[in-house]
Structure formats: C-alpha cells, structure tokens
C-alpha cells in the first residue's frame, strides 16, 4: 500500500508502455479489486466476471500503449472500460439484444472509452478518500434519478430501453438523466 | 447536428445509455466538430466513474491473478513469435530484392529503374505490397514489367506501423513463399534454354564438319584418280617411246 501511494498511475502506465510487467502486477493488484466489483455488479456470474476482469489487462496491455494515457486519466478510463465490456458481455450472453460482430474496430470504438483530456486527472486513492462526499451528492438525488442512473449504468439499459420498461416517454428518461448527472456533479463540488 | 444537441447527449453517453442512432450522432461530433464541448462531457465522465466507488468491495481469487498472468504470458509469446515471423519476412524479402538487384547484366538491363529509386533494401521490402502486386504477376526471368511506376507508388505512401502487425504479417507470409519459390523456376528455364542452343550448335557444327570431311575425302580421292592415270598414261608413253627408239636403232643397224 506505501508503494502504491508513492508511485501514480501516470508512472504506471509509462512502465507498462515499456512492457514493463511488474508494473502491470502494481496496477492489477491496485486496481482489480473495484474492477471486479463492479464488474460482477453487472455480471454476477463469478467465472464470467472473471474472464471479463482478466480481459480489462489483456485490452489494457495490448493496446493501452497506443493511447495517450499520460494527458488522460487512468482511474476513469479502467472503470469506464470495465463497465463497458461487462454490459457487452451482458447483453451477448443473454442474447436479447443484437449487437454487431465483436470486432478490433468495434473495440476500439465502443468498447474503449474516449476520455476527454480536459479534465484533471483523479486517482483511486483520491476517489476512496472522497467516497462519503460523493455518497452524500448521490443522495440528495431523487429515489427516480438514482433509480434511472443504476438501470443505465449498471444494467445496461439504452433511454429507449428504459422508457419502455418503466412505461413513460423518452423524452422523460432523457431529461431525468440530463438533471440527475447535472444534479450529482453540482452536489459533489458543492460537497457538504 | 447543433451544439445545443450534442450538450444533451453527454449525460447519457457519460453512462452509456445512448440509443444506437444517437450513439452515432455522438461519436461522428466527437471526431469532426472543433467545438465539441470536451470540458463538460470530461466532468460527467468523471462523477459517473465514481459510482462503484460506493459499492462493497469484492476482492477477487488469487486464481484469478494468476489467470490473467498466464493469458498475458500467451498473449506475448504469440506477439513474440509473430514479431519473429515477420522479421523472418522481411530478411527473406531483403535477400529476393537482393538477388534482384545483383541479378547479373541481363537483368540490371531490364530493371534499371530498381536502382534509380536509391531506396534501402529493408524499405524497399517493406513498401512492396505482395497484396496489390501478386507473386504470379512478377515475370520471371524476364522482369519486362517491373517499372518505376509501380514501385514508386509504393514508395510514395506513407509507412504506417499498425499496432498490430498480424494482418499485414499474414498478407505477407504467402506471397514472399510464391515469389521466392519462383526465382529457380525461372534460372532453370533460363538454364534450359542455354543448354538447348549449345546442343544445336554443336549439332551443326558437326555436320558441317562431316561434310566437310566427305568433300575433302572425295575431293582426294578424284586428284588421286586423276593422278594415277596421268602416271599410267605417262608410263605407257615412256613404254612407247622406249619401243619405238629401239625399233629405230634396230632398223639404223639394220640399214
């Protein structure tokens, strides 16, 4: 845990870039336990979380060195990556859904997030010390926001879907999620 | 599309529950629009990636470690032996343009152009596209059809090292074979050829020499005849003159 605090993820990243596979180990042992868990919030099936978690690294080790990942953030990128392959692994396995062909382009383009540069980096360490402030902006959202939010997030679930689901327009579920994140975001800067 | 539309999709794409259409819409302003709003799509970025955050951690099996330790083992020993088979590709295409470009008098002649382009062997290998330009379409032994053209087009465009080599590997692996395993068809056949011409020369050169022999031969053998009979007749004059002088002192005695 000492290490973990003195060198960041941009340093781990550069090592990585350099095929470097301590410093793969460092951030799999700094990372894989919030992956996992949100991964099987999303799969709960353990073996099936597994395969995806062990795809995170495989994606990360692969092409993680092609992205510019010194400008962006590590943190938001692995979870955003994460939930993104775990919803995918979701809907393939359960077969409602048709989804194109899993291909390198398909990856590259959905699976992978883009992660907007002009934001400042945020480390997990920074994101566990700040839990109780976030959790406080979480709940002052209304019951129906946060509901919207866990079924886009965690389930997976499109506007479209949702709406159908819930049985009320569109136009509803986008605008509950337009003010539900505007909403968050004000609550958290404004913190308590 | 208006910026005021793409601002309302953020939220959503920030949790990934755009609809397809609009997923596109959103993916094609990210790219193309200079004044896509980054800043603010960042900031929704980063609160939702807090979210598990709030979850109860799960720490997963040490067997899980050691699962994703051996996948990436794999995953580098076949990039490893893949880089390696390329490396492999390319010194053999390094040797085939090579042994094109000390091919001796009569191919420098035909593929002149080969050394104009003053590139280096290895770039010149890398920027031959076995796929535009097939193993089968390479004239051998002639080359009449390799020119500047075809291969300045290649040289022209810009190198581009994909992270990941497999396809441009796999494209390459059988067409060097072919061209490589065309190369001593063509020396055979030029081989041929030579060996062919020899032996008719010869042939020629023999019966001309035959003939010759025979019209020496028979040339000889008629002064020879001629000769003879001139000796004969010769002989037979001497006889008679011999004869007749005899005769005339005979008859002088006799008188």
Request: glycine share 4%; charged share 35%; hydrophobic share 35%.
């Amino acid at each position: 845990m000492e290490d973990n605090k003195i060198i960041t993820d941009t340093q781990i990243m550069s090592k990585i870039k350099e095929n470097d596979s301590k410093a793969l180990e460092e951030l799999y042992d700094r990372y894989s336990p919030i992956l996992y868990t949100l991964i099987k919030k999303i799969v709960p099936d353990q073996t099936v979380a597994e395969e995806v978690l062990a795809d995170i690294f495989v994606i990360l080790w692969k092409k993680g060195k092609s992205f510019e990942l010194s400008n962006e953030n590590l943190y938001t990128w692995l979870i955003i990556l994460a939930r993104n392959k775990a919803v995918d692994r979701k809907i393939r396995d359960s077969k409602l859904k048709e989804l194109p062909e899993y291909s390198d382009d398909f990856e590259d383009e959905i699976i992978i997030p883009k992660i907007s540069k002009s934001i400042d980096p945020v480390e997990l360490s920074k994101v566990q010390a700040e839990k109780e402030k976030f959790e406080g902006a979480m709940n002052k959202l209304t019951e129906a926001q946060k509901y919207v939010i866990n079924m886009a997030f965690y389930d997976g679930k499109t506007q479209g879907e949702i709406a159908s689901e819930l049985n009320i327009p569109q136009t509803t579920v986008k605008s509950k999620i337009q003010v539900a994140l505007s909403n968050l975001k004000i609550n958290f800067v404004l913190g308590e | 599309m208006s910026g005021l539309q793409v601002k309302d999709l953020l939220q959503a794409k920030a949790l990934g529950c755009l609809d397809s259409e609009e997923e596109e819409i959103f993916i094609k302003c990210a790219k193309e629009d200079e004044n896509f709003p980054w800043k603010e799509y960042g900031s929704y970025q980063k609160i939702v990636s807090r979210m598990p955050a709030l979850l109860e951690i799960e720490i997963p099996d040490q067997e899980v470690k050691d699962k994703v330790s051996q996948t990436l083992y794999d995953l580098n020993e076949k990039l490893t032996s893949e880089e390696k088979s390329v490396k492999e590709d390319e010194s053999d295409e390094g040797i085939i343009i090579e042994e094109l470009e000390e091919g001796g008098d009569v191919e420098s002649q035909e593929i002149p152009d080969l050394k104009e382009i003053g590139t280096e062997k290895k770039e010149m290998a890398d920027s031959i596209s076995f796929k535009k330009y097939k193993a089968s379409e390479i004239p051998l032994p002639g080359f009449e059809n390799l020119n500047k053209e075809t291969f300045t087009k290649q040289t022209d465009k810009p190198k581009k090292k994909s992270p990941t080599n497999f396809t441009r590997k796999e494209l390459k692996k059988k067409p060097v074979k072919n061209y490589s395993s065309k190369i001593p068809v063509g020396e055979n056949h030029y081989g041929r050829n030579k060996n062919k011409l020899f032996l008719i020369t010869a042939v020629t050169f023999l019966l001309i020499t035959l003939l010759l022999v025979i019209f020496i031969y028979f040339k000889f053998s008629s002064d020879i005849e001629s000769n003879k009979n001139e000796i004969k007749n010769l002989k037979q004059q001497i006889k008679s003159e011999v004869i007749n002088s005899k005769l005339y002192s005979n008859n002088f005695c006799n008188a």
